[in-house]
């Protein structure tokens, strides 16, 4: 039997974990590691997780050389798009980490090439491999929860000074004249917006209808790290999400789909579901080995299609096109803890519920906006 190909772009950071785990799979003999990209050479450890595999410092040059089977792709986000159509063109399937792109364009030119290059592509959303996720899906498919009423999600974390600086891409909204948009919604939260406009079942062109958005900042960064979004599906459900990376407590996020005879929470970190008839836990599916089975055999479902990422790419738009954050202090956000779970309980945004800090205009995002 052949084994499938894989290089990976993008070592460092999150990329780490990548490789061991492809450096895992080479060993035990499901993959062959064909090749790492990345500008910054490999330390040691690296080194031996790469299994002799050429390393280098331009993802172009490796594509050509190797022309792998499959790519895992691990860099920020502004340069998705452009590497992930290259690794198509080149006859790789991808895994390509979330978010796809930083824009709508962006994620309309990928699914162009992917409709003409015939490839697979799996966007890095690990949340969606909870089988939590799956067992909502048919709960909500079996009617158990009723009509959805509303949706709503929450995300209460705290990042330092060294989360913003980490990299040269941290919180901006562009770099180098290319989009980054990255942002608590956008990024850290990804996941939350994501499966609440996912869990609706609006798809198609436009499953977005509107987005109302107030963003915050408290540092320097150019991007949020504060904001609440009301998102206007295309099936007529309100979702609201409120999240903020300067919560004093944090908290599990947790999204939580309202329908007319039962309300779930799903836990999804921690492949958790709570319903009225109690409390379940999950197993969870890696979304690299789901796309070598489904490569192997598609009748396995790929569980993050690239066109199912759409309606989060629109919610992103929104963001995208928003007026810069608005800045506040941090010592003013008061409890906002309190304040972000009125906000997804009420389908508020945080400028609707009277805070003084909370002073950003009042904005609207349509599809025909872009």
Known sequence: MTLPRVVLVGAHGHGR???????????????????????????????????????????????????????????????HVELAEAAMRAGAHLLLEKPPAPS????????????????TVQVGFQAFGSGAVTELRRRIDAGDLGDIESISATGLWWRGEAYWSRAGWAGRRFLDGHDVNDG?????????????????????EESVRAVDLDTYRTRPAEAHDTAS?????????????AATLCAEAEEDPVVVVHGSRDTARLHYTEDRLVTAAGETRHPRTDLLGNLLA??????????????????????????????????????????????????????????????????APAWTWTPEAS
Do not use: K, M
């Not at 979004?229 to 999400?241: D, E, K, L, W």
């Open 184 to 204: 608590a919604l956008t990024n850290p939260f990804a996941h939350a917006v994501a499966l609440a406009v996912t869990l609706d079942g609006s798809g198609g």
């Open 229 to 241: 979004a009301r998102i206007h599906t295309a099936r007529g459900t309100r979702v609201t999400v």
């Open 294 to 359: 489904h490569l192997a055999d598609p009748a396995v479902r790929l569980l993050v299609p690239l066109a199912a990422t759409r309606a989060f790419t629109e919610v992103a738009e929104a963001v995208r096109q928003s007026p810069p954050p608005t800045p506040v202090a941090e010592d003013r956000l008061g409890d906002l803890t309190t304040l972000t779970h009125e906000a997804a309980a009420t389908g508020r945004l945080y400028r609707e519920l009277g805070a003084t800090w909370a002073t």
């Open 104 to 119: 709508l364009a962006g994620l309309d030119r990928l699914l162009a090439v992917q409709a003409e290059t015939g490839r």
């Open 17 to 79: 974990g990548h490789l061991d785990q492809l450096s895992a799979l080479h060993t035990r003999g499901r993959i062959e590691l064909a090749g790492v990209a990345d500008p910054r050479p490999p330390c040691p450890e690296q080194r031996t997780a790469a299994a002799g595999a050429p390393w280098r410092r331009d993802a172009a040059s490796l594509l050509e050389a190797v022309a792998p089977d499959l790519a895992v792709i691990v860099t920020p986000v502004h340069t």
